[in-house]
């Protein structure tokens, strides 16, 4: 199993709808999350933390299930803006720098009028 | 704040040339990452540093690649000989701390023919 897994999709959604998509990881004692935003050639920008008790900011919504091992990202009343590649990102270690940071490949999301 | 600053945005070089790649890490930040993103592979972590020493160069493909970062506002990537199979996009990153997550560069996007 990997390490970090992600869907590639595409996902294909409509203008106003909600999706979710999930990201899983294989270390139980991996520490920190987080969900970061890519767009077509473009860099990765950090969208949001992903906390214990779960996130939101404004229409997105940040989960994290330990037992089942995986951090979810949901967005509701969807805009074109949103389509981009979306990457999760999981920490294992506690120490400075790299230790224990692994990216997904990322959630190619795709909104259509 | 300028943000992380790469250069070139673009390289296209013949196969056998030196590659170097530029990067100026936000102020205050003590630990820059230089990543490579391909389709196939996705975000691969090269080489980190904290407070300009390196502590993690793993990543790095080969002794063809070599990074450098004589002070805390600049570090160097580079290539000798390039080889058509490292092109790809090449993301410079600095962060203070992993919980406050990472901030990339734009990127430069190398071609070798």
């Known amino acids: 199993r990997k390490e970090v897994e992600q869907d590639p999709g595409p996902f294909n959604v409509p203008e106003g709808a909600t999706v979710a998509f999930n990201c899983t990881y294989s270390?139980?004692?991996?520490?920190?999350f987080f969900w970061y935003r890519q767009d077509c050639r473009k860099e990765p920008k950090l969208l949001m933390s992903v906390y214990s008790s779960g996130n939101e900011d404004g229409r997105f919504t940040a989960q994290l299930n330990r037992a089942s091992q995986y951090i979810s990202l949901l967005i509701r009343d969807s805009k074109l803006s949103d389509s981009a590649t979306y990457l999760c990102?999981?920490?294992?270690?506690?120490?400075?720098?790299?230790?224990?940071?692994?990216f997904g490949k990322g959630t190619h999301l795709i909104i259509q009028p | 704040d300028a943000g992380v600053i790469q250069s070139p945005r673009h390289e296209v070089t013949e196969m056998g040339q030196e590659v170097t790649l530029r990067c100026k890490p936000i102020s205050g930040h003590n630990s820059l990452f230089w990543y490579r993103q391909t389709m196939m592979r996705g975000l691969e972590l090269l080489i980190y540093f904290n407070n300009n020493v390196p502590i993690d160069d793993s990543g790095m493909p080969e002794d063809r690649f070599s990074a450098k970062m004589p002070n805390a506002s600049f570090s160097t990537l580079k290539i000798q000989p390039s080889e058509p199979r490292d092109s790809a996009v090449y993301f410079c990153?600095?962060?203070?701390?992993?919980?406050?997550?990472?901030?990339f560069g734009s990127g430069t996007r190398l071609t070798v023919v």
């Open positions: 990153a600095s962060s203070r701390g992993q919980r406050y997550g990472y901030t």
């Open positions: 990102v999981v920490i294992t270690g506690s120490g400075g720098g790299a230790d224990g940071l692994t």
């Open positions: 270390n139980s004692a991996s520490q920190s």
